[in-house]
């Protein structure tokens, strides 16, 4: 079995939901019985793959690795199939593809928090209130009433 020895790509590029990475010689070889052969861009030189899927698209395109007046000619398909480039594809496809932001927390103060509170618990009593006076009790409107004014600083009647 093969194994690539190195691979990282000259040129990147994502247009829509492909990526395309491009390589140059000496940016990607291979270990082929304990010799290193390094890819040379005399026929294909890129690897197109679908970021939805993370298929590769151009399986067809032939690689030519070189070790003195030796040739090795290795169609993506093939490549994919005898040595480990999915260990070396994995990390560029990670860095290539965007994340997904996180929304950026603010920093808010314990005074501000405390104020957001406040105003949530008077618009709760006020909801209250509403559905006091919508049920005709008497008793538990009378009573919120007294809470909102207790809340705001008011003085109890």
Known sequence: ???????????TKITGDKLRL???YQYFS???ENEIFHF???EGKEMIINLNTQQIENISEVFVFQKGNRFIRLPLYQ???????????TPILESATPKPQL?????????????LITELEQKNIDYLIDQALLDKNKALFFELLQQKNHQLGGFEN
Do not use: R, W
């Not at 079995?1 to 040129?11: A, D, E, G, H, S």
């Open 1 to 11: 079995m093969m194994q690539v020895q190195y691979m990282k790509p000259f040129y």
């Open 103 to 115: 929304p950026l927390i603010s920093s808010v103060t314990v005074g501000e928090v405390d104020q």
């Open 79 to 89: 490549l994919l199939l005898i040595t480990n480039v999915h260990e070396h594809l």
């Open 22 to 24: 491009v390589f140059a």
């Open 30 to 32: 291979i270990l082929k």
């Open 40 to 42: 040379i861009p005399i």
